[in-house]
C-alpha cells in the first residue's frame, strides 16, 4: 500500500506486565514524519518517549514488554512484522539510535574506532581495512581527530563520548535517526556544539530525525515539529510555531509555564499541581484532569480523542472537541 | 549592613597521582543576609566543592570563611557542631543523599535528636518534624514511609525539611532541581523562594541550568576552573556580560521559544585539567579574544563598573567592553 509519509506510526501501545499490574507506558499513539524532517519528543519521566522510541526500534525488551497493538510503516513496510533477522538489517542501517548516557552505551574494552568499524562492516560488503578506514572519516565528520581511532572511550570526554555514538549511529547514513536525550549528560556549552553537529549532518544527509527530550529549548532549536507527551499519551502534536506560539493543551500550557525562561520577569513560576498518574493505574477519563485548571465534570470519564484544530495541529482535549465543552 | 558570610581569598586542593587538583583556586565573595547568591558553572568548574568546603563538609586549604562576624575556617569540634545549627545543606540527589533504611520522620528528627533541641523531648521534636513536613509539603500520612516509596520530588522536599529542621539562617543548595522534572522543579523552587521570605534564609544556590539561577539568584558568580570569572548582580549579568566564557555560557542556553534569531558563540575544545594548572589564565584554550599577555599571567578578578567584578585582561587593557566574536566561533540560531 501507498503511504504518504517516510514514517507512519498508527495506533501504537506497549504495554509491560510487571508483579505491580500492567504499566501502559505508550496508548495509541499515532504519528507521522517526512524525509529530512525533524521531530521533537517532549514529555517528563514516565511519560513514555523512550519506550516509544525503543518500539520504533523493535528493542522492547520481551518478556515484560508487548506491543498491544499499532502498526509502524517504515517507507511502507510495516516493521513490526518483520522477522529478528530483517530487523537487524534495518537497524543500525536504515534506522539509527542515539541513547542518552554516552558513558554506558560504548563498550568499554574496544577502541572506539573498532566500534563505528563494527557497524560499518555489518551492513556494508566492506572489507576490514576498507572499513577502518571509512571509519576514521566518521570520526573526522564529528570533530574527533582520526589518530584516536585506537582509542578507549574511557581516554574521552562525555562531549566527545557522546560525539562517538553520534559517529556509529550516522556511520552507515540513516534515513532515520532517534537521539534519546542526546545532550541531556551534557554542559550546555558542550551540548551547544553538540547539537550544532547533529543539526548540520542532519541537513548534509537529509536524516529524517526523532530527538526525545525533555528540554522545549533544545527542541525549539533543532526540531520542525513536536509531540508532547504525557502519561504514555500524545496530548498535542504540531509544527513548532503551532505548539510555541499557539499552545492549546492545558499540559503543554502548563509545561511552558514552569519553565524558567532567562527572558522573563515573572519572580514566580505558574505550578501544575500534582504528578502524573500511575501508569498501572491510569484513570478512565483524560489522564491529565486531575491536574488540570480547567477540567470539568466530563474529564473524569470521558478520554477525549487527538482532534485536528488546524491542519496539521492536533490537540487531545475537551475543550477542542467537537461539541465538547467550550 | 555587615554581610552574613564572607569568604577570603579560599583554596580547596585535592592531592592525587597526578599533581595536585586546584579545584577552588582563591575565591572571594560576599553575602548579604536575606539574599542568594547563585553559582554557575559547568561540571568541574569546582561549584560543588565551593558548597561543600563552606559548610566544612570539606576543609579547606587555606583561605578564611567569616559567618556572622567570626571566623569559621578551621573551628573545632564543639565549634562545628554549634555551627551545623546555623548553615546546613540541600544536596543534588535526592535519591542517594537519603538513608534508605530510615523513615521519613526519622530522617527529619535525626539532627534534632543530636542537637537535643526542645529540650530533647521526642514528643516536642516529632510535633515540629510534621509542622516541618507540612511546610515543605508532605502529607503527615508519609511521615513513616521510607524514601525508596516517594517520587524524586517529595525526595527532595524531605532534604529540604532535614536542612530546616535545626533552623539555620543559611543553606547551601547544590543544584537541588537538577534531578527534577520541569512541573516539579518549579513546585521545588517555588517552594525555596517561600522557606527564604518566611524565615528568612540565606542561600547559595549551586546550579549548571543558567535559566533557574536567573530565576532564584540576587547576584551571580560565574566560576570556570576553580576561579570566578565575573560576579555581578543577575540583571547586571543577564544584560551583559564582560568575560568571554560568561558570554559564551549565556549564549549556549537553549531558549523556548520560536521565531526569534540570536548568535552563539560556540567554544572550541573543553574544559582544560585543573591539575597543576599553568600561572596564566584558565580560559586562554578555548577563549576566541586571547592575546599574548593571556597565556603569560593570570587575570585577576577586578571591579570594571560599579558592583561588577571580571576576571579578564582585556578588561585590564581597556579593550573591549563590548567584545566582537570572530565569525568563524559564532553560529545564528534561527528558531
Redesign the interface.
Same mark, same amino acid.
Given at each position: 500500500m501507498a503511504n504518504k509519509h517516510f514514517l507512519e506510526i498508527k495506533d501504537l501501545s506497549i504495554h509491560y506486565k510487571t508483579d505491580s499490574g500492567l504499566v501502559k507506558a505508550v496508548n495509541n499513539l499515532s504519528l507521522n514524519l517526512d524525509k529530512g524532517e525533524s521531530l521533537g519528543l517532549v514529555g517528563e519521566t514516565g511519560a513514555g518517549k523512550t519506550t516509544t522510541a525503543l518500539g520504533i526500534m523493535n528493542l522492547i525488551p520481551d518478556p515484560p514488554g508487548i506491543i498491544a497493538s499499532g502498526e509502524i510503516f517504515l517507507e511502507g513496510e510495516n516493521i513490526l512484522m518483520l522477522n529478528r533477522q530483517e530487523m537487524r538489517k534495518l537497524r543500525g542501517n536504515k534506522i539509527s539510535m542515539v541513547f542518552q548516557d554516552p558513558m554506558t552505551s560504548l563498550n568499554p574494552v574496544m577502541s572506539v574506532g573498532k566500534q563505528i568499524a563494527e557497524s560499518i562492516q555489518i551492513h556494508e560488503k566492506l572489507s576490514k581495512v576498507e572499513a577502518e578506514k571509512r571509519a576514521v572519516d566518521v570520526l573526522e565528520m564529528v570533530g574527533i581527530p582520526g589518530e584516536r581511532f585506537n582509542e578507549y572511550p574511557h581516554q574521552f570526554s562525555g562531549g566527545m563520548r557522546q560525539r562517538v555514538v553520534i559517529a556509529i549511529a550516522l556511520a552507515c547514513k540513516p534515513d532515520l535517526l532517534i537521539a534519546d536525550e542526546p545532550t541531556t549528560a551534557l554542559d550546555v556549552t558542550i551540548q551547544a556544539q553538540v547539537l550544532d553537529l547533529i543539526s548540520n549532518l542532519k541537513r548534509e544527509q537529509n536524516t529524517s530525525m526523532i530527538l526525545i527530550t525533555h528540554d522545549l529549548g533544545v527542541v525549539a532549536e533543532v526540531c520542525e515539529k513536536v509531540a508532547i507527551m504525557y502519561a504514555g499519551e500524545l496530548v498535542e502534536y504540531g509544527t513548532l510555531d503551532d505548539i510555541y506560539n499557539h499552545t492549546k493543551h492545558p499540559y503543554s500550557i502548563g509545561l511552558f509555564a514552569s519553565i524558567p525562561n532567562i527572558y522573563s520577569e515573572e519572580k514566580r513560576l505558574t505550578l501544575i499541581p500534582g504528578l502524573m498518574p500511575d501508569p498501572t493505574d491510569l484513570p478512565e477519563g483524560c489522564s491529565f484532569c486531575s491536574r488540570c485548571n480547567r477540567a470539568v465534570e466530563q474529564c473524569k470519564v470521558h478520554n477525549p480523542a487527538l482532534v485536528e484544530t488546524d491542519p496539521g495541529h492536533f490537540v487531545r482535549c475537551i475543550h477542542y472537541e467537537e461539541g465538547g465543552a467550550l | 549592613m555587615a554581610s552574613l558570610l564572607e569568604v577570603r581569598h579560599l583554596k580547596k586542593y585535592f592531592q592525587t597521582p597526578s599533581g595536585t587538583l586546584h579545584a577552588v583556586d582563591d575565591v572571594n565573595f560576599a553575602i548579604e543576609s536575606g539574599e542568594t547568591l547563585g553559582v554557575v558553572g559547568? &561540571?568541574g568548574c569546582g561549584k560543588s566543592t565551593l558548597g561543600r568546603t563552606i559548610v566544612h563538609l570539606l576543609a579547606p586549604t587555606s583561605g578564611q570563611i567569616i559567618f556572622d562576624g567570626k571566623d569559621i575556617s578551621s573551628p573545632s569540634k564543639k565549634e562545628l557542631k554549634q555551627l551545623r545549627k546555623e548553615m546546613q545543606m540541600v544536596f543534588q540527589d535526592p535519591f542517594s543523599s537519603l538513608n534508605p533504611r530510615m523513615t521519613v520522620k526519622s530522617i527529619i528528627q535525626e539532627a534534632m535528636e543530636i542537637h537535643k533541641l526542645y529540650g530533647g523531648d521526642r514528643r516536642r521534636q516529632e510535633q515540629e518534624v510534621f509542622k516541618l513536613m507540612d511546610t515543605v509539603g508532605l502529607a503527615k500520612r508519609l511521615a513513616d514511609s521510607y524514601p525508596h516509596e516517594l517520587?524524586?520530588?517529595r525526595r527532595q522536599r524531605i532534604g529540604i525539611a532535614r536542612a530546616l529542621a535545626l533552623e539555620p539562617r543559611f543553606i547551601v543548595c547544590d543544584e537541588p532541581v537538577s534531578a527534577l522534572?520541569?512541573?516539579?522543579?518549579?513546585?521545588i523552587?517555588?517552594l525555596m523562594?517561600d522557606l527564604q521570605e518566611e524565615k528568612d534564609l540565606t542561600y547559595i544556590f549551586i546550579t549548571?541550568?543558567?535559566?533557574?539561577v536567573?530565576? +532564584?539568584s540576587d547576584n551571580i558568580c560565574v566560576m570556570y576552573l576553580g576561579k570566578i570569572v565575573e560576579q555581578c548582580s543577575t540583571d547586571k549579568l543577564?544584560e551583559k556580560q564582560y568575560h568571554p566564557y560568561a558570554q559564551?555560557?549565556? &549564549?549556549? +542556553?537553549?531558549?523556548?521559544?520560536?521565531?526569534i534569531q540570536r548568535k552563539?558563540i560556540?567554544?572550541k575544545g573543553? +574544559?582544560t585539567s585543573p591539575i597543576d594548572p599553568k600561572p596564566c589564565c584558565r580560559f586562554v584554550a578555548r577563549c576566541p579574544h586571547a592575546i599574548s599577555l593571556c597565556s603569560e599571567e593570570e587575570p585577576k578578578l577586578l571591579e570594571v563598573e560599579e558592583g561588577r567584578f571580571v576576571a579578564c585582561h582585556l578588561q585590564k587593557i581597556g579593550r573591549a567592553v563590548e567584545l566582537t566574536v570572530p565569525d568563524a566561533d559564532v553560529?545564528i +540560531?534561527n528558531?
Open positions: - | 559547568e &561540571s517520587d524524586g520530588g522534572d520541569v512541573s516539579v522543579q518549579a513546585q523552587l517555588n523562594q549548571h541550568d543558567l535559566s533557574v536567573k530565576h +532564584i543577564f559564551a555560557l549565556l &549564549s549556549a +542556553i537553549p531558549i523556548p521559544k520560536v521565531g552563539r560556540l567554544l573543553e +574544559i553560529v +540560531i528558531q
